[in-house]
Structures are given as structure tokens and as C-alpha cells.
């Protein structure tokens, strides 16, 4: 950014009286960096900063109505892929002046690479969300998004495993790259609730038996078949042992195909996609993910608030929150059939599993609430507009 362009910005951050802050990602389905949105929007200052929301792919909208109903504007530029979001560039800078943006704060690659192209074209700061570790991007995503990563002015990587992936496969010393960990809301995710929808009663589960889920998007790296297996495990040695599984996805009928070859529907149920997922965290003892890969989940989080057991795999950022045999249960990636044998362990300790519970929730509230992840947002906002 040329010292024209930084005076402008500046200028404009003086004379407005709240701070206009453009987020742009791919998508507004029910993804982890999706859902942070309007969570982070309810905590967000709402007289110091206004915040605006432009996404590209118009049949994924799960998201929207939560956003503007926080007050956040939102536009759907249409791009059908991964090339017509570039296209997207200029409409985006004529939103990005109109609108007089002081900031841009992007997520994920390809939303990252418009964003940067914008910033270059208009001047404004560019701040970019890493959730994911990049080994796992398809190539073409992996160095397009390298080749362009200098062109924004900070980087934020959701936990210190993405940061070393961001490290060790970039490199370079700028950008500068922060670790704001993900955050969950510890009011809103409180045990302490009452809904009007009793899951268990619903789903005819015994109030005594143990309940285990999930809520997450069926996708491959969650690896929600070798999740089944360890449910099915799991239900033969405890016969009072429940699972629930909340979300949908690309692998859905695979994964609905494979509950039913393995036998599983009188104690295995499949909830869907859910708006509200609060309930189901209520009706849960054990949160269970086996991952192959993740950055730091957002549902993992949410569900320690409400003192559900984490019991992971040591995927990305997960080993950052869990600490095994204290506020949950850890087992190597490589190993998650290891979940059967240490949560049986577990089921045959209430008192210990107690202890867990109330651990878990206390880490979210020391170290991952939304707030926390919220104030350390805005600092970054008011440094790089004041810079």
C-alpha cells in the first residue's frame, strides 16, 4: 500500500464514527469458519465497528439469516467456482469504495486471493484467516494461495499447528502471521440452558444411558465411518450406550449407507443438519470426533462449554485444547480405534468422567471463549487501520 493509499484509509477511519469492516469468504454454509461469523458478530462492538459480508457460492446461504439478524449486511456476488471468484475482483472493489471499507478480513484460500487482488486495487488492509494446515490443499489451491500471500498486511492462524504449518510450507518473515485461537461462546454454550426440545425423550434414549455425538459436516477428513465402527465397538461392550450424529455433507449417503450395513439404527441416530445444535449438546455425555485432519473445530469447542467429554483424535489444533486423561480423551491420528478401549475405561468411571466434564468446560473459559478471541480481533482491526 502506497502512502496516498494509507493517508486515504486513515482519513476515513477518523472521520466515520464506526469502522467498516468487509469479510469475505466462499461460502456461508454451515462450515467451522462459517458458523464463527455470527457468533463472532453477537460479541463484536457494534458502535466501533460495522461489518459487512460478501460470499460467492449463492446455493450455500445457511449462514445469513444469522448475520443479518446480528445486524451484518450481506451481499452474494454469484460465482459457480473457484475461477469466477477471481472474476469477482473489481465488483468487489467498487462494494469495498461504495461502501468506504477500511478493512478486509478474508477466510480461506480462494475468498484470501480475491481479497489480496482488492486490497491491491483499493488500498484497504487486508487481514486473512488460515483455518486449515496447507497440507492439505489440492495444489493448485496450495500455490496460488502461496503466490499471493504477501499481498495482505496479516495472517491469522486458528491455533499454533496451523501457524507451523503456515511457517514450514511459506516460510518467509512477511507477512506476519498471529495465532487467534477459535473461541465459543461460554453463555450462550452453558449447560445451564433449557430448551424446549428434550433430544433424549425425542429419540426414546433411557435418561441413565450414556450418550455420545458429533456435529460436524460429513466430509472426508472427519473420517465419520471409522467413527461408526467405534460406535458400533463401543455398543457391544455397553450395550446402554447411545450415538448421535448432527450434520449433513458430500459424504452423507455414504456414511448413512454404512450405518445401515453395519447394523446400527437402534442405537445409532441421525439428526440432520441443525440450526440449533444447543439440544443435542444437552443430550450428549461424550463429544467424539476421529479426524484425520481439522485446524481447531469450532463444535469441539462449543461442545466442552457445555461439558460434554471431548474424546479426539490428536488432529491440528486439537491437542492445543485437550490435555488426555485431564479435560478429555486423546489418541494418536493414526490410531482411532484406541477411542474404543479408552472410552470403555472411561464408561466405567462416572467419577472420573464427572471431573472431566467440569475441566473441559473451565479450558473454554480460560483460554477459548469467544470473548477473549473477540477483543484480540479488534486490536488487530484498530493496529492495522492505525497503522
Known amino acids: ?104 478480513h478474508c477466510h480461506l484460500p480462494w475468498a484470501g486471493m480475491a481479497a489480496r487482488l482488492v486490497g491491491k486495487l483499493t488500498g484497504v488492509p487486508v487481514v486473512y484467516t488460515e483455518h486449515n494446515k496447507w497440507e492439505r490443499y489440492h495444489k493448485l489451491t496450495y500455490y496460488m494461495n502461496k503466490l499471493s500471500f504477501s499481498y495482505q498486511q496479516l495472517v491469522i492462524a486458528v491455533s499454533a499447528e496451523v501457524a507451523n504449518s503456515i511457517k514450514i510450507n511459506y516460510g518467509k518473515a512477511k507477512p506476519q502471521v498471529q495465532v487467534v485461537a477459535n473461541g465459543a461462546d461460554t453463555t450462550k454454550y452453558a449447560r445451564t440452558q433449557t430448551f424446549e426440545k428434550d433430544i433424549r425423550k425425542e429419540l426414546n434414549i433411557p435418561a441413565t444411558a450414556t450418550v455420545i455425538g458429533i456435529t460436524c ?9 471409522t467413527w461408526l465402527e467405534i460406535a458400533k465397538a463401543l455398543h457391544a461392550k455397553h450395550p446402554d450406550t447411545y450415538f448421535i450424529m448432527v450434520g449433513t455433507g458430500p459424504l452423507s449417503e455414504e456414511i448413512h449407507a454404512k450405518a445401515k450395513e453395519l447394523g446400527t439404527d437402534k442405537y445409532i441416530f441421525f439428526a440432520g443438519s441443525q440450526a440449533e445444535t444447543r439440544p443435542y449438546f444437552t443430550a450428549m455425555d461424550i463429544f467424539m470426533m ?98
Open 217 to 225: 459436516v460429513f466430509r472426508v477428513q472427519k473420517r465419520l465411518g
Open 1 to 104: 500500500m502506497d502512502t496516498l493509499d494509507k493517508t486515504y484509509v486513515r482519513r476515513m477511519y477518523q472521520e466515520q464514527e464506526a469502522v467498516q469492516v468487509l469479510h469475505i469468504i466462499k461460502s456461508l454454509g454451515r462450515g467451522g469458519a462459517e458458523m464463527l461469523l455470527p457468533e463472532t458478530l453477537r460479541q463484536h462492538d457494534k458502535q466501533k465497528f460495522n461489518f459487512h459480508y460478501i460470499y460467492f457460492l449463492s446455493w450455500k446461504d445457511a449462514m445469513v439469516s444469522a448475520i443479518e439478524n446480528e445486524g451484518g449486511k450481506v451481499v452474494c456476488i454469484p460465482a459457480k467456482n473457484n475461477a469466477a471468484i477471481m472474476l469477482a475482483v473489481r465488483k468487489i472493489a467498487v462494494y469495498v469504495r461504495k461502501h468506504k471499507i477500511q478493512l478486509i
Open 290 to 387: 476421529s479426524s484425520e485432519f481439522e485446524g481447531l473445530p469450532i463444535a469441539l469447542l462449543e461442545a466442552m462449554s457445555m461439558n460434554c467429554v471431548p474424546a479426539c483424535t490428536a488432529a491440528g489444533g486439537i491437542p492445543e485444547v485437550i490435555k488426555d486423561g485431564v479435560n478429555g480423551v486423546l489418541v494418536p491420528v493414526e490410531q482411532p480405534m484406541q477411542l474404543v478401549d479408552r472410552l470403555s475405561q472411561l464408561l466405567q468411571q462416572p467419577d472420573v468422567a464427572a471431573q472431566m466434564k467440569q475441566a473441559a468446560r473451565e479450558t473454554v473459559i480460560n483460554s477459548f471463549s469467544m470473548k477473549r478471541m473477540v477483543a484480540e480481533l479488534e486490536d488487530i482491526y484498530h493496529n492495522l487501520i492505525n497503522k
